[in-house]
């Protein structure tokens, strides 16, 4: 498996870096996609804090979108510290990028920044259409690992296997990836749809990437053989079992997490769900923990960005904004389940129950792969689609 920290070389997203509008359904490049060079970040070289805490204070307010519920806490947290407005807006990251690209080409940004889970779009079209670009807090800079600065990464999340504790009180009753595909866990995996969830996608992609050998180690342990497919690996012969397997599928984790973990809950199912929803352990008494010790993973990483709008109204508060984020105490309230900064010198914080070795349990997104996902990500689309039904 590949290093989180292993992030996207600039030789190759300037060679092959995609520019195309982004559709709502967050599918691959249009026939006209064209080459284009990945702009670099920019770095304030006269850098002053508290100058620009002061020019932001008279723009007056920040508006950011994100994929996770918690920018409302992030917001609460910002106007707080700056007593500047922030306004978090949850949103999924297809519609972000379609509302970014937009108001963008209509010169009428309201956006000013965005945290971005969809890695693929972001390099191969947000950032070299000029819709985004990257902003690195010079302070900062000597904190956040070269690899991590272009696009900046924000934080590392994760999505995992989970199970209910009370129902099965010895342990997750799934041991192996491939125990999901078959007929007695059938209607039992609760999952969010990969057709709209892009960060889902871009496992499916990462998998054919570079965790075949993985899932093939993980069928010989199981099965006491090798696999033998007529689909082109391992991971899509493993898509192409689960998706036939009939997964639960929903439009949120939260769903997901009800179906798993609440009170009251008889039907034994396994949840694959954002780390985030482990707060209702503790909100909403639910029951749940990461599936320790599954074959060969407990679940996938993957980057979060931070991107600043490039035609936005309140630059100032944006950037101020991006520095937060890039400290603890911006970024707590994004990773408070669990997670990675960005920033080096930000310790991780509570993981959730089961998932005690970050490294180790989790197979990781490579970045470098960002564009590979974007492209791939409509055959992957299309195969989970057909074998679906």
């Known amino acids: 498996m590949r290093r989180t920290g292993k992030f996207i070389s600039m030789a190759l997203l300037t060679a092959a870096a995609v520019a195309c509008a982004p559709s709502t ?19 304030d070289a006269d850098f002053d804090l508290q100058a620009l805490i002061a020019a932001a204070k008279k723009e007056g ?34 519609q972000t990028a379609e509302k970014m690209t937009r108001e963008h080409a209509a010169d ?15 390099v191969g079209r947000l950032m070299p259409q000029g819709v985004t670009r990257t902003w690195v807090p010079a302070d900062l800079k000597d904190q956040i690992p070269a690899e991590n600065q272009n696009p900046l990464l924000a934080l590392s999340k994760a999505t995992i296997f989970a199970y209910n504790t009370a129902l099965s009180p010895g342990g997750c009753p799934v041991k192996n990836v ?3 595909t078959e007929p007695e866990w059938a209607g039992k995996l609760v999952m969010q ?24 180690q993980a069928y010989q342990a199981k099965y006491g053989k090798a696999l033998k497919t007529e689909e082109k690996s391992a991971a899509y012969e493993w898509i192409r079992r689960i998706s036939l397997n009939k997964p639960v599928l929903t439009g949120s984790d939260e769903d997901i997490s009800g179906a798993v973990g609440a009170p009251g809950t008889t039907d ?25 010790g599954m074959t060969p993973f407990t679940g996938f990483s993957y980057p979060k960005y931070v991107a600043v709008a490039a035609k936005s109204k309140h630059p100032n ?15 707590k309230h994004e990773i408070g389940e669990g997670g990675v900064s960005g920033n080096s010198t930000v310790k991780p914080l509570v993981t959730p129950p089961g998932l005690s070795d970050w490294q180790g349990q989790l197979f990781h997104t490579d970045p470098k792969g960002l564009l590979g996902d974007l492209r791939n990500r409509q055959g992957v689309s299309d195969f989970w689609r057909v074998n679906r039904g």
């Open 25 to 43: 359904a967050g599918g691959g490049p249009s026939p006209t996609d064209t080459a284009q060079a990945l702009p670099g970040p920019s770095l």
């Open 61 to 94: 307010s920040v508006l950011v979108y994100d994929s996770s519920g918690d920018i409302e806490e992030v917001a609460k947290a910002f106007t707080a510290k700056y007593g500047i407005t922030m306004e978090g807006v949850k949103s999924d990251s297809p």
């Open 108 to 122: 009428n940004v309201t956006i000013d920044a965005a945290m971005y889970e969809d890695g693929g779009v972001l």
């Open 178 to 180: 491939w125990d999901l």
């Open 193 to 216: 749809d990969p057709l709209g969830k892009p960060t889902v996608l871009s496992f499916f992609t990462q998998l054919d990437a570079h965790g075949n050998q993985a899932l093939e």
């Open 268 to 292: 034994k199912k396994i949840g694959f769900m954002s780390i985030s929803k482990f707060r209702n352990n503790e909100d909403k008494g639910y029951k749940q923990a990461a599936c320790e």
């Open 317 to 331: 508060a944006a950037k101020l904004y991006v520095h937060f984020i890039m400290t603890e105490e911006g970024v």
